[in-house]
């Protein structure tokens, strides 16, 4: 029953009046009890920690019978009321009806109004209605998995995205192998933030910001806005004043410029029709995009880095299951969809990740008006105008109820990839047992494609090239706009054996840029066959060095950055000077320091 003025809503609350109906009713949350976590509504002191905001919500939820168990409400104050639920018909059925049509649910926009105020309120994460939909039809066909994954356009992003990532990894094995250490403890979640801002920024859009400048301007503007966006939705006016004081105001003034500056970036590959622009078909001007664009920076950093963050997470405290994976990717040299398909251990560990660690952790709606809503096992539910609903996806995922072991075979709190498996068997599929990861229905995320192509492309290559293990106990999560890892994903790394590559082994497809490349190992090895006595049996040195050299720049030891790799760079010009009739000053292909962009 609708009660859409404040006196009724009061009269109801005193009374005790539940306001939703149907027979699907949800229980009442108390708003002051005792041994809870916290207050069951954020505040300047819990607002950091909304997943114990939750936790409130769910105390004493055991003690409930029907459908209370699985969908509690909070009526206070005067305000409409606040339905939280886990129970996944109830999300579905929400989900399935949220879009610009008439009667359906607006995305709830009061959890975001701080990033709204930093990035636009006409952007497609905000917006509602005729808005929103026009913002859905524009980035539809950029982000659609039929784009993504045609051949001729998934091959080009794969092989950017590959070598972005490989990259940034060659980084991490350099300063293991300059340590000395067979081990070395390092925090990875700021490297994760770096390769997913490029691939985004250069890869997707088709700049060419050097990666210097992503790591030291660029992420640290992002980090500063996103958390700026969370406080100034909890508390605006209060963190306002007091960065009058402590200079803050100043500071994000200055981090919000940048923000800009990369958002220009972004944009101007729109003019030169590269990357992802050149499936984008729109008049709008280049202003009108601009929120989007925003929108799409800060927030696929941010989900990306959760979902590779908590997947590596979950991998280093699962030996036998890392590896499983690095047996299907160990001679994985191209993730095209097939190659992709038929990583199955993979792919499982991606679903568990995104069930168990979602980096959306609540999905936001609002009712328009009075709405019924019906669940696939034809409950129904009357929503009131005006109540704000929170689709409570991580603790959905977690209930054991719903994912534990006699339904899925695992405990529902473990990570377990070999659950999907389990399903599979009987006759299960994610369609079946959705973990809304990347939302449902209408308003699903548009990035899904794409945001599982990076991620498996980083968990990947990581478990190619490195063995690591997690430090202490599992990590809480920590949350924001999305979740992460508390302990910043701080593990042990270990480089692993090197396997031999062939000097002309090429792509499946005939690409012959290489991306079967040598290892530094490798290098070494051609350094001593030229020195010895097997160097005369050699007819064409040249063609083997410019091989070597093709192979090596594309693919593990990445072309772009070959500058700063000093011992592989010793390498080649040791080799070279072993060459008879070469100049010691090495090959005139090979210049000292290859210019910043150069490619073969």
Not at 381 to 406: F, Q, S, Y
Not at 475 to 495: F, H, I, N, Q, Y
Request: hydrophobic share 40%; aromatic share 10%; charged share 25%.
């Amino acid at each position: 029953m609708s009660s859409s003025s404040w006196p009724a809503r009061v009269l109801q609350q005193l009374r005790g009046v539940n306001p939703f109906g149907g027979d699907c009713l949800p229980s009442r949350v108390p708003f002051f009890a005792f041994g809870r976590p916290t207050l069951p509504f954020p505040h300047p002191w819990n607002y950091r920690e909304p997943i114990r905001i939750f936790d409130t919500f769910w105390c004493g939820a055991g003690k409930e019978s029907g459908a209370g168990r699985h969908n509690r409400y909070l009526y206070v104050g005067g305000f409409p009321p606040v339905l939280l639920t886990r129970d996944p018909a109830v999300i579905k059925a929400v989900l399935a009806v949220t879009s610009d049509k008439p009667g359906h649910f607006d995305r709830d926009t009061a959890p975001t109004a701080g990033i709204a105020r930093a990035t636009g309120v006409d952007s497609l994460l905000y917006a509602n209605g005729e808005v929103w939909h026009r913002q859905k039809r524009a980035v539809a066909e950029p982000f659609s998995r039929s784009n993504l994954f045609q051949p001729e356009q998934f091959h080009g992003f794969e092989q950017t995205f590959r070598k972005t990532v490989h990259d940034r990894l060659e980084v991490l094995r350099s300063r293991q192998r300059a340590s000395g250490q067979k081990v070395t403890r390092i925090a990875l979640e700021p490297e994760i933030k770096v390769v997913m801002l490029e691939m985004l920024v250069n890869n997707f859009f088709g700049g060419s910001v050097d990666v210097t400048e992503l790591r030291e301007r660029f992420v640290p503007a992002l980090e500063m806005l996103i958390d700026h966006m969370v406080t100034d939705t909890i508390a605006p006016k209060l963190k306002w004043f007091s960065g009058m004081f402590t200079g803050r105001n100043t500071l994000l003034k200055r981090k919000k410029a940048d923000f800009e500056v990369l958002v220009d970036i972004a944009l101007a590959g729109r003019a030169k029709c590269v990357g992802a622009w050149q499936q984008f078909h729109s008049e709008a001007p280049d202003a009108a995009l601009r929120s989007n664009i925003r929108v799409f920076l800060a927030g696929a950093m941010e989900a990306t880095t959760s979902f590779a963050s908590w997947a590596i997470s979950h991998l280093a405290r699962a030996p036998q299951v890392q590896e499983q994976v690095f047996a299907e990717v160990k001679d994985l040299d191209t993730y095209d969809p097939d190659n992709l398909a038929s990583a199955a251990m993979l792919n499982r560990v991606l679903d568990e990740t995104v069930r168990l660690t979602p980096a959306l952790y609540f999905l936001p709606r609002r009712a328009t008006v009075d709405t019924w809503i019906e669940t696939a096992d034809h409950r129904k539910m009357l929503i009131p105008k005006g109540a704000h609903i929170a689709l409570d996806v991580w603790h959905a995922n977690r209930c054991e109820e719903l994912w534990g072991t006699a339904v899925t075979g695992f405990p529902a709190e473990t990570f377990a990839p070999e659950r999907w498996e389990f399903l599979a068997r009987k006759g299960i599929t994610p369609k079946d047992m959705p973990h809304f990861g990347f939302g449902h229905g209408p308003r699903f995320c548009p990035g899904r494609s794409l945001g599982l192509l990076e991620v498996g492309l980083v968990v990947g290559a990581m478990v190619k090239i490195f063995k690591f293990s997690g430090v202490g106990e599992p990590p809480k999560a920590r949350a924001g706009v999305s979740t992460k890892p508390a302990d910043g994903v701080l593990v042990d790394l270990e480089l692993r054996a090197e396997v031999p590559a062939h000097p002309h082994k090429h792509d499946r497809r005939g690409d012959k840029s290489g991306h079967h490349g040598h290892s530094f190992a490798d290098v070494e090895s051609w350094v001593a066959r030229f020195e010895g006595p097997e160097r005369d049996a050699w007819q064409k040195p040249d063609e083997v060095v410019r091989a070597l050299l093709l192979n090596e720049m594309e693919s593990k030891l990445a072309a772009a950055r070959i500058s700063s790799d000093l011992p592989f760079r010793g390498a080649l010009f040791k080799m070279s000077s072993s060459i008879p009739g070469r100049p010691r000053t090495g090959l005139p292909e090979l210049s000292p320091r290859p210019p910043r962009g150069h490619r073969p």
